[in-house]
């Protein structure tokens, strides 16, 4: 299996909701990212999961909180989010080193 | 600190034309390099990476990236371009044996035919 697995595809959610993006890996990767990106621009790294630990979080707002409960699994929990967070988060994976990373197709979140 | 210039926002080019996509970077050590691809709605995929070694690499759908120290340059080039490589290509530097990788604006590509 040489894929990362995000669900949803599309979500569509409240400020006062409460919602979870999830991804999944089964390359046995030990790192694993949340990307954001807006249209027409490049990805922005939220945070890093090393070893299942949070190694970086890119001073993201605490309205995003991620979650790394296993090696194979990272979930991004969102509260009180703006419209200004609709975006496509995108999950990624790699092995040690940094050797490129593997994509999921991502979440299309819009918050109305 | 490091960065990533790729000079171009969007090129067009005929199918089964040749195709150069330029990028720049700046990193104080022997950088790592890559090149991804995403079609609209989609992540991104990995064309090709560059660590050490012969500095013209080999990609995935017929890709190829040559490293040139002195122009600190990674240009992405493809002899004949099919429609199907329409999409948003990024150039990317990442630290080495780090976690963080800086991604470039990106270049669009158009196929006419």
């Given at each position: 299996?040489?894929?990362?697995?995000?669900?949803?595809?599309?979500?569509?959610?409240?400020m006062?909701?409460?919602?979870?993006?999830?991804?999944e890996?089964?390359?046995?990767?030990r790192a694993?990212?949340?990307?954001?990106q807006?249209?027409?621009?490049?990805?922005?790294?939220?945070?890093v999961?090393?070893?299942?630990?949070?190694?970086?979080?890119?001073?993201?707002?605490s309205?995003?909180?991620?979650?790394c409960?296993?090696?194979?699994?990272?979930n991004?929990?969102l509260?009180?989010?703006?419209?200004?967070?609709?975006?496509?988060?995108?999950?990624?994976s790699?092995?040690?080193g940094?050797?490129g990373?593997?994509f999921?197709?991502?979440?299309?979140?819009?918050?109305? | 600190a490091?960065s990533?210039?790729?000079?171009?926002i969007?090129i067009?080019?005929?199918e089964?034309?040749?195709?150069?996509l330029?990028?720049n970077?700046?990193?104080?050590?022997?950088?790592?390099?890559f090149w991804?691809?995403?079609?609209?709605?989609?992540?991104?995929?990995?064309?090709?990476?560059?660590f050490s070694?012969?500095?013209l690499?080999?990609?995935?759908?017929?890709?190829e990236?040559?490293?040139k120290?002195?122009q600190?340059?990674?240009?992405?080039?493809?002899p004949?371009v099919?429609?199907?490589?329409?999409?948003?290509?990024?150039?990317?530097?990442?630290?080495t044996?780090?976690?963080?990788?800086?991604?470039g604006?990106?270049?669009?590509l158009?196929v006419?035919?």
């Open positions: 299996d040489t894929e990362v697995t995000q669900t949803p595809k599309h979500l569509v959610m409240g006062t909701n409460k919602k979870s993006l999830k991804c890996q089964h390359m046995g990767h694993m990212y949340w990307y954001k807006k249209a027409k621009k490049p990805p922005e790294l939220m945070f999961y090393s070893y299942e630990k949070l190694s970086i979080n890119e001073s993201v707002p309205r995003f909180s991620p979650e409960p296993n090696s194979s699994l990272l991004l929990h509260h009180a989010l703006q419209p200004e967070d609709s975006a496509l988060y995108l999950c990624a790699s092995g040690p940094n050797y990373y593997t999921g197709s991502g979440t299309r979140l819009t918050v109305v | 490091q990533v210039t790729q000079p171009d969007h067009t080019v005929s089964g034309a040749s195709l150069e330029r990028c970077y700046s990193y104080g050590a022997t950088p790592y390099l991804y691809v995403q079609s609209p709605g989609q992540g991104l995929q990995l064309l090709l990476k560059y070694g012969d500095t690499v080999q990609g995935i759908k017929g890709f990236a040559e490293f120290r002195s600190s340059s990674f240009n992405l080039r493809k004949s099919h429609w199907s490589d329409a999409a948003e290509y990024f150039c990317a530097v990442g630290n044996g780090g976690f963080k990788t800086i991604f604006a990106g270049t669009r158009f006419k035919a």
